[in-house]
């Protein structure tokens, strides 16, 4: 299995933290974000190959922070701007096409934090046959859920229905920014794209596949952050500070 971080955004909402430092990059809990989630993957027994793909701007910073972590490869998908970026699936289809994979692939985003066993999705997953799945989290608000894509799911648990950022979401069962791709569905990526449909969000290509295959929702509690803005940020660092004994912050203030 290979896994893919997704780190290529620009993180617009948080300037001028993400000026010159890749919202993936930003501390949290004493440590860059991007490390918590490696630590997940690297307890994925199934899992031999870590690419993380970002843009122009910040791919030196990233292959500085990958000398020490054994067997992360850095991809610089050419963009240098919100303007030209290549959306998250651009991303995906970009690393797809320089490994050749031909095996099953983990995707998370680089923003996206939480503490279940990535190792429990897996399991879920394989116990499906061929069909790819993601992670999906109980937000408990409508308002809060209208942020998300939100899903519909059969008794099963296999996703019936999938709409991104609704304005009137009919359940608080959100789609989380991991998902794991049959290796017969990993082809259809680029078939997505080639058919004209948006790069840019993860869970509009779950939208479009899980009506041409089989797609299956993993359910997790606990904690899950999805860091879009100041406020996100603070709460994570927070959150993670405490986990370390570190003395909690009224204001994130960058520290290098």
């Not at 939480?114 to 790819?132: I, Q």
């Not at 608000?141 to 304005?167: C, H, M, N, T």
């Not at 779950?206 to 997790?220: G, I, K």
């Amino acid at each position: 299995m290979k896994a893919i971080i997704l780190a290529g955004g620009y993180a617009t909402r948080l300037r001028p933290l993400t000026d010159d430092l890749s919202k993936c990059l930003l501390p949290v809990g004493g440590r860059p974000m991007i490390d918590w989630i490696l630590e997940r993957i690297e307890a994925v027994d199934e899992v031999d190959q870590v690419h993380v793909v970002t843009n122009s701007r910040f791919a030196r910073d990233f292959e500085h922070w990958a000398t020490s972590r054994d067997g992360v490869v850095v991809h610089d998908d050419g963009t240098t701007s919100n303007e030209d970026r290549l959306g998250a699936m651009g991303d995906v289809a970009f690393v797809l096409d320089r490994i050749g994979v031909v095996d099953d692939v983990l995707v998370i985003a680089g923003d996206n934090l939480f503490d279940y066993d990535l190792g429990e999705l897996v399991a879920f997953w394989r116990g499906k046959g061929v069909a790819s799945a993601l992670a999906v989290h109980d937000v408990g608000d409508l308002r809060l859920a209208s942020q998300y894509g939100i899903v519909d799911v059969a008794g099963d648990d296999r996703i019936v229905g999938f709409v991104e950022k609704p304005a009137e979401p009919a359940s608080t069962l959100a789609a989380t920014a991991t998902y794991l791709y049959h290796r017969e569905h990993v082809p259809l990526v680029r078939r997505y794209l080639d058919e004209g449909n948006a790069p840019d969000q993860s869970g509009s290509f779950v939208a479009w596949l899980h009506e041409r295959e089989p797609v299956y929702a993993y359910w997790f509690t606990g904690v899950w952050l999805d860091i879009g803005d100041r406020e996100q940020l603070l709460a994570a660092d927070n959150l993670l500070r405490r986990a370390q004994g570190l003395p909690e912050r009224e204001e994130y203030v960058l520290e290098i």
